[in-house]
Every structure is written in structure tokens, then in C-alpha cells.
């Protein structure tokens, strides 16, 4: 296959040049990057409509970064005054210029989707010169000089997928008949500017804020008891090992049990996790880190940065049928959220000192990541967004569930890690006969943690208990769950 790379300097020109100290929530990614090795890059890929012409592109990578300060910022590493390791700060400047890189496909045998892939694993696996480089990258790929995809990586430390799914929007206010000139046909979004929250989470107001989600997080370890895996782990190489499911009854059912008890699909999936933890880990209370995008917040919503966090989300099953063991997690939940903005040094000595005081070990490594389309509905009225599915739906779905080991890595984020989408992360997951809607699941494990067995009965204990709730005859308080 014949491929040719050229880049084209986009220049842009914005406002809101300045710099700041890390947000609490770019801090947060920073480090966990620091600490696994890992890149955290986000990247899509996009195919094109025939036609569209590159000048267009190059206008609307222009328009992105001339009208969001993340994408204009680069750190800036500091020595501590405390002597320690140099502190990142970040740096908005208000003019320069971005790459686009452009590359052709031009033999009969080129394969533009593969070029396009190819590209996609480059942006999601080289590291940003946090120094150097702005956090995007765009690239075109070119079929005879005509795009047919467009790739896309951010920087995860500087943009969450809110703030992505944010410029998605904002995108529909270029002006494509502008060309290259990234013309705008509305102003940029009503939102504050990142050093603008990096300077209010640091003024008494932002101090207090944060002393009371650690005082949360504090209130919720101690709920915790001591655990042990109930089954001695083995080691695997690579350590951590990924199980993905497939589970059309697992959507529906929770829609069957949120609009019986009027809580929202976030809430079940939460409390099905809590039941398998209690029945497989044999840990109750459960916890789990989630992550909380922090969009509820004030000028948040459309805000293109990293303000997303985790909150720790405590739930006890003992003595509740699953309709009181759903409202104990939309509680949790509601709790966790408010308490997922703090600042992570804070977060972290109370961590340290909470672990001493336990003889060195917490086991709270365990994270849960809903990241389904929900129809943009609010975290108690998801299941509004399709009709009530039946109890004989869930049934005859069941057998198409799926689950199967997928990827190997040397590192990966804390002992247990659940991704919940609404469609498959990569393409190839998608089965011939798979039917929409259905979650889909990645559970990454730590194999010093668990035993791989374990995981997978676990995976499929939580289909089970929301399927068993969704099918049962009555409502209501047949038996408790443990």
C-alpha cells in the first residue's frame, strides 16, 4: 500500500491566554498517568461524507482550537517549593499553531480504513509532549487526495469525554462555507474558562468545598470493613486481563426495574454490581469509585476541559429485596456525585492516613465507569427515553448474552475496573447477530486481586440478579438478597 504523510500548520488565534495551577480534575488524570504508564489518550475515528473538502478540515480544527483554551494549553512544570517533585502548571496562550497531518492512499490495493487505523493507534499510543505540544491531534486520510476519514486524539489530562462530547456541539457553529478560515456563525460557548476554575477551586470558597467531599470520603471508608478475596489470586502475565460482555437482557431488564421503582438505569446497574460483589466477593458493604463528570455544576455543561472525578459510592445489600437495595444506590450515588470535587492532595492524605490506621490496606480500588448514552436524560428519568420493555423481551434475549476474555496489559487503573457503554468500544466486538439495545461491559481485572474465574462468575451474577429482578412475578419484597 502506497501512503504518503504531509502536514499542514493550522494557525489560531484566541482568547483567555494565562496560567494556573492544575484543576482539581486535571490533576486527578495527571497522576493515575504518572502512575500506571499509561497514555489515557482518547481518540475517535470518523469516516467522512464523500465530497468533503480538506479545506474544511483545516478550517475546523482551526475554529475548535481558537474557541477552547484546553486545546490551546500546554504545561509547564515548575519546582515545588516544598522541594519535591517539579508541580505541572497550565499554560493557555493565545495564538499558534496545531498539525494537521495529512495522509494519502493512492494504489489500487491502499486500504484507506486501514491507513485510518493505523493512525488511530499512533494518537492513542504516543505520549503528548505535555511541554511542546498542544493537546490535539487531527489527521485526514485521503483515498486519491479525497478525505474519507478524519482521526481525532485528545489528551485525556486536559479533556474528559464530556468536555469532547461539549466541542461535538460546539462544532455545529462553524460556518463549513467559511472554508479554512474557521468562521463561527454563533459565540463560543457561555462557559468559564479553565484557568478561570483552577482559580476558584483554590479561593477559601473552593478550599471548603473540597474539605467537605473529603470529609464524605472519610465517613464512607469508615463503613468499610476488612476484606480478603475469598479465593487465593494467581498471578497472570500480563497481570491485568480484560473480560468483555455482551447483554441485550441486561439493558432491558434494567429498564424494566427503573421504571418500576422510578430510579434511574444508573442507580440499577449500580445496585446489581453491589449484589454481585456481596454473592461473589463476598465484600458488603460494596464499594466502588465512579467516575462523576461534574457537569451539573455550574458553567460546567459546556465546558470543553477535565473536570470529571471519582466519588466513592458505598452500598449495603444486607437484609433488602433489589427494589430497596436500588434506592440504597441511588442514595450512594447521589452522595458520591456531590462529593466528587475535591482536591486530590487533600483526598490523598486522608487516603494515607486512613490506610495506616488499617494496618497499610483500604482495598478501594474498585471503579465503575457508566459511560451508556442515556438519551441525555436526567440520572432518575433514563428510562424514559424508550418504551417499558416486558418481562417475555428480557427472557428472549437472554440467550444472546456473550462473554469472552478479550485483552492482555502489563498495567492498567487499580484492582477491578468496570466500563459500561451502550455500543461496543471497538468495532470488532460487534457480532453478526448482536441486537440493539444492550450494555456492553469491559471488566478490566488485576490478577493479584482476583481470581479470573472469579471475575467472570461475578460479570455474570450481575446479569442475573437484574434479570431475576426484571422477571419476577410481583414487585415488591419476595426475599432478601443475602
Known amino acids: 500500500m502506497a501512503v504518503t504523510v504531509g502536514v499542514i500548520q493550522v494557525a489560531f488565534d484566541g482568547d483567555g491566554a494565562g496560567a494556573e495551577d492544575l484543576t482539581w480534575g486535571q490533576l486527578g488524570i495527571w497522576r493515575r498517568t504518572r502512575q500506571t504508564g499509561r497514555t489515557m489518550n482518547i481518540v475517535l475515528t470518523l469516516p467522512l461524507d464523500d465530497g468533503t473538502p480538506l479545506v474544511e478540515l483545516v478550517g475546523m480544527l482551526r475554529f475548535l482550537v481558537s474557541r477552547h483554551p484546553a486545546l490551546r494549553t500546554r504545561l509547564r512544570f515548575d519546582t515545588d517549593p516544598k522541594g519535591d517533585k517539579p508541580r505541572p502548571r497550565q499554560v493557555v496562550v493565545s495564538s499558534g499553531e496545531v498539525p494537521l497531518h495529512v495522509v494519502d492512499v493512492d494504489d489500487e490495493r491502499g486500504d484507506p480504513a486501514a491507513a485510518a487505523e493505523e493512525l488511530h ?28 476519514y478524519l482521526v481525532i486524539g485528545y489528551s485525556h489530562v486536559l479533556l474528559d469525554g464530556a468536555g469532547i462530547r461539549a466541542l461535538g456541539r460546539d462544532v455545529r457553529h462553524f460556518d463549513r462555507a467559511g472554508g479554512a478560515r474557521g468562521a463561527a456563525t454563533a459565540p463560543p460557548p457561555p462557559a468559564p474558562s479553565v484557568l478561570e476554575v483552577a482559580r476558584a477551586q483554590a479561593s477559601p470558597a473552593g478550599r471548603r468545598l473540597s474539605a467537605r467531599a473529603v470529609r464524605h470520603w472519610a465517613v464512607q471508608l469508615d463503613r468499610l470493613a476488612a476484606w480478603q478475596p475469598p479465593e487465593p489470586p494467581r498471578r497472570r502475565e500480563p497481570r491485568y486481563w480484560e473480560l468483555v460482555g455482551y447483554s441485550p437482557a441486561m439493558e432491558l431488564a434494567m429498564r424494566v426495574v427503573a ?128 418504551p417499558v420493555p416486558r418481562a417475555a423481551d428480557v427472557a428472549r434475549v437472554l440467550p444472546l448474552s456473550r462473554w469472552y476474555w478479550g485483552r492482555k496489559a502489563s498495567v492498567f487503573d487499580g484492582a477491578l475496573y468496570l466500563q459500561v457503554d451502550s455500543e461496543p468500544v471497538l468495532e470488532e466486538r460487534l457480532g453478526p447477530d448482536d441486537v440493539s439495545p444492550a450494555v456492553y461491559l469491559q471488566i478490566w481485572t488485576d490478577t493479584c486481586s482476583f481470581q479470573v474465574t472469579q471475575v467472570e462468575t461475578f460479570a455474570r451474577e450481575m446479569e442475573a440478579v437484574v434479570v431475576a429482578a426484571a422477571l419476577a412475578p410481583e414487585p415488591g419484597r419476595p426475599e432478601t438478597l443475602t
Open 121 to 148: 493507534s499512533r494518537y492513542e499510543i504516543e505520549r503528548f509532549d505535555y511541554e511542546n505540544e498542544f493537546p490535539v491531534r487531527m489527521g485526514v486520510v485521503q483515498r486519491w487526495g479525497k478525505p474519507a
Open 259 to 386: 421504571a418500576r421503582t422510578g430510579i434511574g438505569t444508573t442507580h440499577v446497574l449500580m445496585a446489581a454490581y453491589s449484589v454481585a460483589v456481596a454473592r461473589v466477593f463476598k465484600r458488603d458493604p460494596s464499594v466502588a469509585q465512579i467516575v462523576v463528570g461534574n457537569r451539573f455544576r455550574p458553567g460546567f455543561a459546556d465546558l470543553a476541559s477535565q473536570v470529571s472525578q471519582d466519588g466513592i459510592c458505598v452500598v449495603d445489600v444486607a437484609d433488602a429485596d433489589f427494589d430497596e437495595v436500588v434506592a440504597r444506590a441511588e442514595k450512594a450515588v447521589t452522595g458520591a456525585s456531590f462529593a466528587a470535587y475535591y482536591d486530590p492532595d487533600e483526598r490523598d492524605r486522608m487516603l494515607t492516613e486512613a490506610a495506616e490506621r488499617r494496618g497499610g490496606r483500604l482495598d478501594i480500588e474498585w471503579h465503575v465507569n457508566d459511560r451508556r448514552d442515556k438519551g441525555g436524560a436526567g440520572a432518575g428519568d433514563d428510562q424514559r427515553a424508550a
